[in-house]
């Protein structure tokens, strides 16, 4: 008979979770009870249900770090324009984006190494603050040199394309990520959850990849505007 992979008092590696108790079904598969970290709270999982929880876990972490260097980045541009201002005003009102392709902002890395890139340095050559002695200053190219970082970051953490987190991208990215922390899980207690989670479960059979996923934020949407035109309607 096979061992099971962890034993009580494990601390599962990369996650929140601790075993607390482990139980063998007729099948011989094993059941683990495993508690999550700060909280009373328990669930039983197999080892395919662990294994999602670990992706899971691991899209959340990515997701709030990729949002939070979103933010960083956002604050030091508005410092990096201000600067700019003054040393070359029209890079200030230069689009700021990440290249899809290099993933980085090319400006930015052209003030941070101040390698030559002639559409740069002829935007350059014509800005009247170098004719009047004004000239980009040695803490403005550090200063670029710590956004190129942390862009670097924020391609690494996901994708290379870049996100504006504000308006509907937000919420859209929030919905998707409650989908997959919530609704792609099996639910037994909560009536809506366990109506969307069953829903997802019969997509999986016939539809691959986030399709399923978008097909239930559909519907999940549909929910939302019908409860909304309810309350109005009572209102």
Avoid at 5 to 12: C, N, S, T, V
Avoid at 88 to 106: C, D, L, N, W
Avoid at 140 to 163: M, N, P, Q
Avoid at 223 to 234: D, G, P, S
Wanted: overall charge positive; hydrophobic content about 35%.
């Amino acid at each position: 008979m096979n061992q099971p992979k962890y034993q009580i008092g494990d601390r599962i590696p990369q996650s929140p979770f601790t075993l607390r108790g482990i139980a063998l079904q007729n099948s011989g598969k094993y059941l683990y009870f495993v508690q999550v970290d700060g909280s009373n709270n328990c669930f039983v999982a197999t080892l395919d249900d662990l294994a999602q929880s670990f992706a899971i876990t691991r899209l959340r972490e990515l997701f709030h770090e990729k949002e939070q260097l979103q933010k960083l980045r956002s604050g030091l541009i508005s410092q990096l324009r201000q600067r700019l201002s003054l040393e070359f005003s029209e890079a200030a009102r230069h689009t700021m984006k990440i290249s899809q392709v290099k993933g980085y902002t090319p400006i930015i890395y052209w003030l941070a190494f101040n390698h030559f890139n002639s559409r740069y340095e002829k935007k350059y050559n014509d800005s009247i603050a170098p004719k009047l002695g004004i000239f980009i200053t040695d803490f403005t190219r550090a200063h670029a040199k710590t956004i190129i970082d942390l862009e670097h970051r924020i391609t690494e953490t996901g994708d290379k394309s870049s996100r504006k987190f504000h308006g509907n991208s937000i919420i859209r990215s929030h919905l998707y990520m409650r989908a997959c922390c919530t609704v792609t899980r099996k639910i037994k207690r909560h009536e809506l959850r366990k109506e969307l989670s069953d829903r997802y479960a019969v997509l999986r059979t016939s539809v691959k990849g986030k399709d399923a996923i978008t097909r239930i934020l559909f519907k999940l949407t549909r929910m939302l505007f019908y409860e909304l035109v309810k309350e109005t309607r009572i209102g």
